[in-house]
Every structure is written in C-alpha cells, then in structure tokens.
C-alpha cells in the first residue's frame, strides 16, 4: 500500500528555534513535495525534490531516495512559520500518478 | 509571487444555486490540472483531473454531473458545482502541473475557494 507519513502531528516552538518535520513513505517515488497551509487555507507550494538537498531563504530540505524519507528544515523559526506542512509525494511508476498526502504537521512558533 | 490563481476567494451561495470556480496558471502552460476539495482539519481529497482538451478523469465517488469540470486552455480550467447544497460547503483547491522556469512537471497550487452553501 502506498502511504506518506509525517512526523510529528504537532509542533511547539519558540521563536529562533531549529525546526525538523518529518516525511517518510512506503515505496519508490518519483517526486516530492513539501507544501505550506496557513490558516487561512491557501497553499504554498515550498519545494519538489526527486533526490538530494534544496534550500530557500530559511527553508532547507532534504530527501534521502534509499531510506525513503524527507526532512523539512525551518532554521531561526519566526511566528509567521506557524502552519501546517503537508509532505506529498508521487509514486512510481512516473509523473502520470496523482500526489498522496501526508496528514500534515501542525507547527506554532511562540513569542 | 502566485503561480496559480483562484476566483473567486471565497463564496456565499444559497441552496440550488450553481457556483463556479476559476482556476488559472499565471506563467505557464499547464498540462494538467487537479481539482481538490478539503474539508476542516483534513487531508486534500483529490476530485478530479483534467488534461487541457479533453475530459475529466474523477474519483471514485465523485459526482461528475455534480462538480462540472471544463479545462479549455492551457492556463484555464473552471470547477462549477451545481445545485449545491451545505454539505458542498468546503475548501476547494486546484493544482497546476507544467513546465516552468526550465523546471519539469512541477505542480503548483491555487490559493483555494471557501464555499459556504446557506
């Protein structure tokens, strides 16, 4: 069975802190993304990863394709990080299949 | 800045109306778009996907009568839910997947729509 699971569910954190979410599935994949929902609903789209490490502004994230997992990297976490971050990813066979989703993981960022 | 873009944001609507929702990719052609709808503190639930130029491919359970679904350009595909009732209130999210900025099949998503059926 093809299945994304996300750790942890929820996140407390204190501004300035190193944050790490994540994302391990269960088969080959062919693509992965790290998404951002804010309370408001709307949908960030963060990164794709098919294999190695990318970096935005404070936002790093890595897959490692052998062990099956991914890491979302929040460093000097702020406030406005708080969200929820949905690791979805692509299976095999190729870039016809729909994304599976994780259930998510609620992070708060404290004064 | 936004790749994919959704109207309108949100959406009150009374029971039996018919409501449509646009989805749009701004700078590039996208191939293919998804049509999610999310309900409060859930996953995004795919509905249906949609090639430009030809129809539909739904979910199982997913009503196509129900949730019309055009995709006539390579930058437009509308959702129209017809007849809605409050158990179609929800968060409706569309997808885009494309070539962009050399980057290949990359799926983008819109902002969503809230619908509220009264």
């Known amino acids: 069975k093809n299945e994304v699971e996300q750790s942890p569910q929820n996140l407390t954190a204190q501004e300035g802190e190193f944050i790490t979410i994540n994302c391990s599935y269960s088969v080959g994949i062919s693509a992965l993304h790290w998404l951002q929902q804010h309370p408001g609903g709307g949908i960030v789209s963060l990164f794709m990863?098919?294999?190695g490490k990318k970096k935005h502004g404070r936002l790093i994230a890595t897959i490692n394709i052998q062990e099956k997992h991914s890491s979302l990297h929040i460093t000097a976490s702020h406030p406005r990080d708080s969200a929820v971050y949905i690791c979805?990813?692509?299976?095999?066979?190729?870039?016809?299949?729909?994304?599976?989703f994780g259930t998510g993981t609620r992070l708060q960022v404290t004064l | 800045g936004a790749v994919v873009s959704q109207h309108p944001s949100w959406v009150i609507c009374k029971s039996g109306t018919s409501v449509k929702i646009e989805c749009r990719s701004l700078d590039f052609q996208a191939t293919t778009m998804f049509w999610y709808r999310q309900f409060p503190k859930q996953s995004l639930m795919l509905m249906a996907t949609s090639n430009e130029g030809s129809k539909a491919t739904y979910e199982q359970g997913v009503e196509k009568d129900k949730f019309l679904i055009n995709h006539a350009s390579l930058t437009l595909s509308t959702l129209t839910v017809t007849s809605a009732h409050p158990e179609d209130s929800s968060f409706y999210i569309c997808s885009a997947r494309g070539n962009r900025d050399g980057k290949y099949n990359e799926q983008f998503f819109g902002p969503g729509t809230r619908l509220t059926v009264l």
């Open positions: 979805a990813v692509r299976f095999c066979p190729g870039t016809a299949s729909k994304l599976t």
């Open positions: 990863l098919s294999s």
